[in-house]
């Protein structure tokens, strides 16, 4: 079986800095795209940050220039660098990969919580 455990998620200040880090382990042949969302209290859950297995990559408007997203294949692991962090990014962040196994199929992380407040 597929699992994604994030981690890095914490309280920070605003204008504060937080890495979070998700790794997928088990029998994986390969992993397509990855990505970040979030979800608010009462909000849906939206996409942040997207990686292609060859790096290109794509983010919500409200996150540019504030937020990169990177990968390591060989870890294979995806990484959130979030600077600049606003209240407004308050939320639960879940990690999403596309795994081929036998087959493929999209894959989601428990979540990490990141609070950002004074």
């Known amino acids: 079986q597929v699992q994604l455990v994030e981690s890095g998620g914490d309280l920070v200040q605003p204008g504060g800095s937080l890495r979070l880090s998700c790794a997928a382990s088990?029998?994986?042949?390969?992993?397509?795209?990855m990505g970040w969302y979030r979800q608010a209290p009462g909000k849906q859950r939206v996409l942040v940050a997207a990686?292609?297995?060859?790096?290109?990559?794509n983010y919500v408007d409200s996150v540019k220039g504030r937020f990169t997203i990177s990968r390591d294949n060989a870890k294979k692991t995806v990484y959130l660098q979030m600077n600049s962090l606003k209240p407004e990014d308050t939320a639960v962040y879940y990690c999403?990969?596309?795994?081929?196994?036998?087959?493929?199929?999209?894959?989601w992380g428990q979540g990490t919580q990141v609070t950002v407040s004074s």
């Open positions: 999403n990969a596309r795994i081929h196994i036998t087959t493929v199929r999209n894959y």
């Open positions: 088990g029998s994986i042949f390969s992993i397509y795209d």
């Open positions: 990686i292609t297995s060859g790096g290109d990559t």
